[in-house]
């Protein structure tokens, strides 16, 4: 059975930092481009971050670049999202997605993202 399962959401104070983190099982992960997206409140989802599976390329969207920084341990099965200098701007649910088996293409749009874990709140106050 596929899952991913996100951790380390809360609320923080503008300025501070989080790590989020998606513990994979299954095959969802299995050489498979995976990816952090957010969504707020009456909003649609929209891209954080995307990573390889071997961790050798990333992109970020603009709003996050020098602050939120995606990493993978394979050995752990597990995605990271350090997000640093935190903004209210970027409150919402987080959602930890994999494109599929096999899909190492990063992606920006969630339509390319096959499996979801189940979202973690965060939330920024000023």
């Known amino acids: 059975q596929v899952q991913l399962v996100e951790s380390g959401g809360g609320l923080v104070q503008s300025g501070g930092s989080l790590r989020l983190s998606c513990a994979a099982s299954?095959?969802?992960?299995?050489?498979?481009?995976m990816g952090w997206f957010r969504q707020a409140p009456g909003k649609e989802r929209e891209f954080v971050a995307a990573?390889?599976?071997?961790?050798?390329?990333?992109r970020s969207a603009d709003s996050v670049k020098g602050r939120f920084t995606i990493s993978i341990d394979n050995d752990k099965n597990t995605l990271y999202l350090q997000m640093n200098s935190l903004k209210p701007a970027v409150t919402g649910v987080y959602y930890c997605?994999?494109?599929?088996?096999?899909?190492?293409?990063?992606?920006?749009?969630?339509?390319?993202?096959?499996?979801w874990g189940q979202g973690i709140q965060v939330t920024v106050s000023s």
């Open positions: 990573i390889t599976s071997s961790g050798s390329n990333t």
């Open positions: 997605a994999a494109r599929g088996v096999g899909a190492q293409a990063i992606f920006s749009s969630p339509y390319d993202y096959a499996y």
């Open positions: 299954g095959r969802a992960h299995s050489n498979s481009a």
